[in-house]
């Protein structure tokens, strides 16, 4: 059903921009570019996905060192567990619950955290990439471009614009 939405969209607006083409004298320029290609080659991102990286194995160290207090006090509860009382047990008990707990609310701020810190590495680089592209449309005469990352381009012909080395020189890459 999207795929027939976004193709009947997709065919409406290639007629829209047709008929506005043949209404002015100007001719439909249009060029795309694969945008994951691009970010992946700016040394920016580079940096950014090391810091990423470096974060994520922090959070994962924390995690490991959690669940190793979780399965200590599990082998110890399963290896006393004969020699308590019932106060001991219930106690023994909750405190391996909320160290569940806690691992999972760990999990949770985490996951928050990794994708707090993806948004403030990569909006900037993402931002300078856009208005390359921003702006190499406009010096070059592009009426549209479209990014063949995100697959919403069904089709191009061989001699349609790649606008990659454009940006790439724009970015000094």
Known sequence: MKSTVKLFLLVAFFFAAFSVSAQTTKAVKLGHINTAELLS?????????????????????????????????????????????????????????????????????????????????????????????????????FTYIFDLSNGSVLFFAEDAIDVLPLVKKKLGI
């Open 41 to 141: 080659q700016m040394p920016e991102m580079k940096k950014a996905q090391d810091s990423l990286n470096a974060k994520d194995a922090e959070i994962r160290n924390q995690l490991a060192e959690m669940q190793k207090e979780y399965e200590r006090l599990m082998q110890e509860y399963q290896a006393n567990l004969s020699t308590y009382t019932d106060l001991t047990r219930t106690a023994k008990e909750q405190e391996i619950q909320q160290t569940i707990e806690r691992i999972q609310t760990f999990q949770n701020l985490a996951q928050t955290e990794m994708g707090k810190a993806q948004e403030a590495l990569l909006k900037p680089i993402m931002e300078k990439a856009n208005k390359a592209i921003q702006e190499v449309g406009k010096e070059n005469g």
